[in-house]
């Protein structure tokens, strides 16, 4: 349902940068909306309230080694999903800035985007533990996806021009 309206987004989002004059205005748009299309259901569903206690887990790799001690479906639900949170972000955002096209700046960026979820999860209260398990395992999913789009990545901004 949201598809069509993402597709007139893109499209007019374009448009507009065109108009502008921007250098990439199709593969600019299209990513953008993209990237906000496929993060923005994860984020939601992240900052959804639970019954339950807020807490904070901040020593690594726990919270996963307690997790493979459960059910495999279990483990393939909250791995996977923490994967895809930022696969979006992480896969597009090369794609629409040379400014990001390195895996670390990448990693960079997820990792923000992680603590601050993490972060409203806490401060909101929702019944849900913040962990840093889930920063690390979000930013590796960034990371991944955007090393499965490298070639189509932005391509360097030349020396002397100044980026729009």
């Known amino acids: 349902m949201a598809i069509p ?5 893109a499209r007019l989002l374009a448009r507009r940068r065109a108009r502008d004059g921007h250098p990439s205005p199709a593969r600019t748009a299209a990513a953008d909306v993209a990237m906000v299309a496929g993060t923005t259901p994860w984020i939601w569903m992240i900052l959804t ?8 887990s901040l020593v690594p790799f726990r919270d996963l080694a307690d ?9 393939f639900v909250q791995v996977g999903g923490n994967l895809l949170v930022f696969a979006s972000l992480g896969a597009l955002l090369p794609v ?3 400014r990001f096209a390195s895996l670390a700046r990448v990693a960079g960026v997820a990792a923000g985007a992680s603590c ?3 972060l409203l999860q806490y401060g909101l209260r929702l019944g849900r533990v913040s962990s840093i398990d889930d920063v690390l395992v979000n930013t590796a ?5 955007a090393a499965v789009t490298r070639r189509w990545w932005a391509p360097p901004i030349a ?5 729009r």
Not at 67 to 75: D, E, I, N, R, S
Not at 141 to 145: E, F, N, P, Q
Request: proline share 8%; charged share 10%; aromatic share 2%.
């Open 159 to 163: 020396a002397g021009t100044v980026p």
């Open 49 to 56: 309230p639970r019954t339950g206690l807020s807490g904070v």
């Open 67 to 75: 997790l493979f001690h459960g059910p495999a479906v279990t483990v």
């Open 96 to 98: 629409r800035s040379a």
């Open 141 to 145: 999913g960034a990371v991944l996806a």
């Open 5 to 9: 309206l993402a597709l007139l987004a």
């Open 116 to 118: 601050a979820v993490e």
